[in-house]
C-alpha cells in the first residue's frame, strides 16, 4: 500500500512532463503563430484591407520626395513603413530585397519612417541618420547598414558614434553628416512619414502597402514565397 | 484527544492543499514559460506592436545566459517546482523546504527582471509580468505554509 502510494506523485510528474514536451512540440510545428497580444491588430488590419483597396488615397502624403527604389511607371509599388530599431523590420529586410531582385523594375519599393519612440529609444535617431546620408545622396547605404548592424548599434551605449562610423565606412563627409542628423530637414521628412503612417492607420511596424492595399503581416509578409504570390497576383491582375 | 489522533491520521494519506495549488500554480508557470521559449526560438517575424514591449523586452541583451533564452531557465525552474510540490502534496515535507528555497530564489531573480524590465529596458512583456506572478504567488504559498500549523496546511 505505501509503496503504491510513492509511486503515484512519480508518475503524475512524467506525465505532466510527457505532455509538456508534447505540447512544446506541438507549438512549435505550428510555427510562428502571430502572438495573442497583437490579435486585435491583426483584425483591424484585415478590415482595412477589405474596406479599403486603397487606404493610402487620403493619407497625409509624407515627405516628399520618398525615398524609393525602381521606376515611378512601375505596376507593382510596395511601400513600406518601417523602424530600424525593430527587430521584425530587420527580418523583413532580407523578403523585400530578394522581391526587388526577383521583379526589378515591375516593382517600386517605398520607404516610410515609422519609428515607434515609445518602445524604441534609438529608433528616431536612427530614422534622422538615414535622412542625413540621404542629404549626401546615400540613404540607402545607411538603410542597408543600420539593419545589417542592428544588432550592434542597439546594443551600443553611444550609438550616435557609431552612426558616425557608419557614415565614414559609407564615405560620407561625416562632420555634415552628424550636423545633418540633429537638424531640421531630417526631422521633419521624419515625421512626416511618421504622420502618413498615422493617417493611414498602422498599428505595428513592419507595415506594407501593395497598390495601396495594406498587406497582411502573418499571412502575406512573412517570407518571400508569400510576398512572391501576392506580387505574381496583382501582376496577373493587370 | 481522539479527534485530535484521528485528524494526524487522516493528514498522512490525505493531499496536502497547499502544495496541491503550489503545483497548480507552477504548471501555469510552466505553460508562460514554455510559450515565451517557443516564442524565443520562432518570434523572429513577430511584429513590433505599437502598445506592446515584449518584442523590446524579449529581443533585449537580457533575454538569454550564454545563448540560452532565460524562459528555458524558467521552464526547467517551474517544473522542478511543480514535482517537489507534488511529492510534498502526498505528504513528503523534505521536499517542501526543497522548494522554499528554490522559489525564493526564483522570487529574487523575478524582482531582477521586474527592475530591469521598469528601469534599464523602459518596456514591459505581460507574459514575462505574468511569470513573475506565478513566482511570487509560489513565494506567498511558502511563507503561508510557514506560519501555518502543521496540521492545516
Request: aromatic share 8%; hydrophobic share 45%; net charge positive.
Amino acid at each position: 500500500m505505501k509503496k503504491n502510494q510513492s509511486k503515484l506523485p512519480l508518475t503524475i510528474i512524467g506525465l505532466v512532463a510527457v505532455v509538456a514536451i508534447i505540447g512544446t512540440v506541438l507549438f512549435l510545428r505550428s510555427g510562428a503563430k502571430p502572438p495573442t497580444q497583437l490579435k486585435n491588430t491583426n483584425t483591424t488590419q484585415a478590415n482595412n484591407a477589405a474596406k479599403n483597396t486603397n487606404a493610402l488615397a487620403n493619407a497625409s502624403p509624407g515627405a516628399q520626395p520618398a525615398w524609393a527604389k525602381g521606376p515611378a511607371t512601375a505596376p507593382i509599388v510596395i511601400e513600406e513603413f518601417a523602424d530600424f530599431e525593430c527587430p521584425s523590420c530587420a527580418g523583413f529586410e532580407p523578403v523585400i530585397r530578394q522581391i526587388k531582385t526577383i521583379y526589378g523594375d515591375k516593382v517600386r519599393v517605398v520607404f516610410r519612417h515609422y519609428p515607434l519612440t515609445q518602445i524604441h529609444p534609438k529608433a528616431y535617431d536612427a530614422a534622422r541618420a538615414t535622412e542625413a546620408a540621404g542629404m549626401q545622396n546615400k540613404f540607402w547605404e545607411m538603410h542597408d547598414l543600420l539593419y545589417d548592424k542592428q544588432k550592434s548599434w542597439t546594443t551600443s551605449g553611444d550609438h550616435r558614434a557609431e552612426f558616425a562610423n557608419y557614415a565614414q565606412q559609407i564615405g560620407l563627409d561625416v562632420e555634415r553628416f552628424k550636423t545633418d542628423m540633429l537638424g531640421m530637414v531630417t526631422a521633419q521628412r521624419v515625421d512626416a512619414d511618421k504622420k502618413r503612417g498615422d493617417s493611414a492607420r498602422i498599428a505595428s511596424t513592419p507595415s506594407a502597402f501593395l497598390n495601396g492595399r495594406q498587406l497582411d503581416f502573418a499571412t502575406e509578409m512573412s517570407n518571400t514565397d508569400a510576398l512572391r504570390r501576392v506580387v505574381e497576383s496583382a501582376l496577373q491582375g493587370k | 484527544m481522539n479527534a485530535d489522533e484521528n485528524l494526524e491520521s487522516k493528514n498522512a494519506d490525505k493531499i496536502r492543499i497547499l502544495p496541491l495549488i503550489a503545483a497548480l500554480v507552477a504548471i501555469a508557470g510552466m505553460i508562460d514559460a514554455i510559450y515565451l521559449t517557443v516564442k524565443h526560438y520562432t518570434g523572429e517575424k513577430v511584429p513590433c506592436s505599437v502598445t506592446g514591449g515584449c518584442e523590446t523586452v524579449l529581443s533585449s541583451e537580457y533575454s538569454e545566459i550564454g545563448g540560452i533564452p532565460l524562459a528555458l531557465f524558467g521552464v526547467l525552474a517551474y517544473f522542478t517546482v511543480f514535482s517537489l510540490a507534488t511529492l510534498a502534496a502526498f505528504g513528503d515535507d523534505r521536499m517542501w523546504k526543497i522548494l522554499s528555497v528554490i522559489v525564493a530564489l526564483m522570487a529574487v531573480f523575478s524582482l531582477w527582471l521586474l527592475y530591469l524590465q521598469a528601469f534599464v529596458i523602459g518596456a514591459f512583456c505581460q507574459f514575462c509580468l505574468l511569470s513573475a506572478g506565478t513566482t511570487l504567488t509560489l513565494f506567498l504559498l511558502v511563507i503561508i505554509r510557514q506560519f501555518l500549523p502543521k496540521k492545516l496546511s
